[in-house]
């Protein structure tokens, strides 16, 4: 079974704390692509990163950064000195060949308070 | 950047209404998709396009839904006869072969 799961509902935390978003993901392929995209309060959709299956490095961006690790399935994603403006809902997704789609997690509010 | 337009951006029709979503993929893009996602829940996937022809939709697309792709620029979204349970932001997308996905910026879709 495919499957994403986001298990951190809400998480709240005072501006310039580091914070982290957990993303587990479930698929017998072997060739996958995981995605973070950020919803704001506005409601689009904004992609944040994609990374293959086959590519294990993090990646860091800025204030951004992702840890992918495929012993544990996991593809964590970590905000470092968070901003108020980095209150959103952030969705993990899972596309895999198989059956071309994209499955998403429940997503994680994330509000920083200032 | 190119980017996927979706008209309108907020669309209020009376129950048992037809709807018609309309979205502009990004002109190089192959793949194309409308998901939707009811006010604080996940996103969900409701149907690919490809080379004229769905390729995989699920179950939440049934018969009361119809895709389009009329003139070669234009994706649609039709709702033959919208219930109250569709009401939900839609978003179309479209992709590359290397799945770099780009969403559009939604339809707000209340239905009354």
């Known amino acids: 079974a495919q499957k994403v799961t986001q298990a951190q509902t809400e998480i709240s935390v005072v501006e310039k704390e580091d914070v982290t978003l957990d993303c587990v993901y479930e698929?017998?392929?072997?060739?996958?692509?995981l995605f973070w995209y950020k919803q704001p309060p506005s409601g689009e959709l904004v992609f944040l990163i994609r990374?293959?299956?086959?590519d294990e490095q993090n990646e860091i961006s800025g204030r951004y950064s992702w840890n992918f690790q495929k012993s544990t399935s996991s593809f964590n994603f970590t905000i470092t000195a968070s901003q108020v403006v980095d209150s959103a809902v952030y969705f993990c997704?899972?596309?895999?060949?198989?059956?071309?789609?994209?499955?998403w997690g429940a997503g994680t509010k994330l509000i920083i308070k200032p | 950047e190119p980017e996927v337009t979706q008209t309108p951006s907020h669309q209020v029709t009376q129950m048992g209404q037809e709807v018609i979503l309309r979205c502009v993929p990004i002109?190089?893009?192959?793949?194309f998709y409308w998901y939707r996602q009811i006010l604080g829940q996940k996103v969900e996937f409701l149907v690919s396009?490809?080379?004229?022809?769905?390729?995989?939709k699920s179950e939440i697309f049934d018969d009361q839904f119809s895709v389009e792709r009329p003139d070669g620029s234009n994706f649609t979204l039709k709702i033959r006869s919208t219930k109250l349970e569709d009401s939900a932001m839609y978003f179309c997308?479209?992709?590359?072969?290397?799945?770099?996905?780009?969403f559009g910026s939604g339809t707000r879709l209340t239905v009354v």
């Open positions: 997704a899972l596309y895999m060949d198989s059956n071309y789609q994209l499955i």
């Open positions: 698929t017998r392929d072997t060739t996958y692509y």
């Open positions: 990374r293959n299956s086959f």
């Open positions: 002109s190089n893009h192959l793949y």
């Open positions: 396009f490809y080379n004229n022809e769905i390729s995989e």
């Open positions: 997308a479209s992709r590359t072969n290397n799945y770099g996905y780009t």
